[in-house]
């Protein structure tokens, strides 16, 4: 039994799960990526930054920024002394998560931005989530986080997070108490 080439093939292409030349090519899924930001990471936090629409810039910075604005913010960062984790979609910041705090304090702020197109995908979420966790490890025990009133996202993401918001006004402060971490205690020597 003789089997052409073309009727081969699409058996093979079957096979291989792509016999249906009508279905649109899957986009392959973006590579997502949460670390730690250094000094080095300087041009890329600026360039997300300079990304941010007009909209986001005012509801990260609360004001109208402009470019240079941002430049000066971003050059004068104590890198050494600030945590910022970054989100990195195929290598490329997209949002950004920094927590300031003063120095011997126990009390720290916590700043967001998320790239417009990256809104709403938990990004700001998983970036408070690292903050959190890294200001307990720093032996923060508040958490500021400010944000204008007309900013549904943060609102949410405070709530989420069990912290106290300020009422309604046109920026709102919202603080959250961290709890201590657990200290383990060490194994009691066992007898040989």
């Known amino acids: 039994m003789a089997t052409s080439t073309s009727g081969m093939q699409a058996r093979l292409r079957h096979w291989a799960g792509d016999d249906t030349p009508s279905q649109p090519a899957k986009e392959p ?31 990260r910075f609360h004001s109208a920024t402009k470019d240079e604005t941002i430049r000066t913010y971003s050059e004068g960062l104590e890198w050494h002394k600030v945590l910022i984790f970054g989100l990195f979609v195929d290598g490329t910041l997209r949002a950004a998560g920094e927590l300031l705090q003063a120095d011997g304090s126990t009390s720290a702020e916590i700043s967001l931005s998320v790239e417009k197109e990256f809104q709403h995908g938990g990004f700001g979420k998983t970036l408070v989530l690292a903050l959190v966790l890294a200001a307990r490890r720093v032996g923060v025990t508040h958490l500021t986080m400010s944000f204008l009133g007309s900013n549904h996202s943060m609102r949410a993401i405070a709530r989420d997070l069990g912290a106290v918001t300020d009422g309604f006004a046109p920026v709102i402060e919202s603080v959250k108490v961290i709890p201590p971490a657990a200290r383990l205690k060490p194994a009691a020597d066992k007898p040989a």
Do not use: K, N, S, Y
């Open 29 to 59: 899924r973006p590579h997502v990526e949460l670390r730690g930001l250094t000094g080095r990471d300087q041009p890329q936090h600026v360039e997300h930054l300079l990304r941010l629409t007009a909209e986001d810039r005012r509801a």
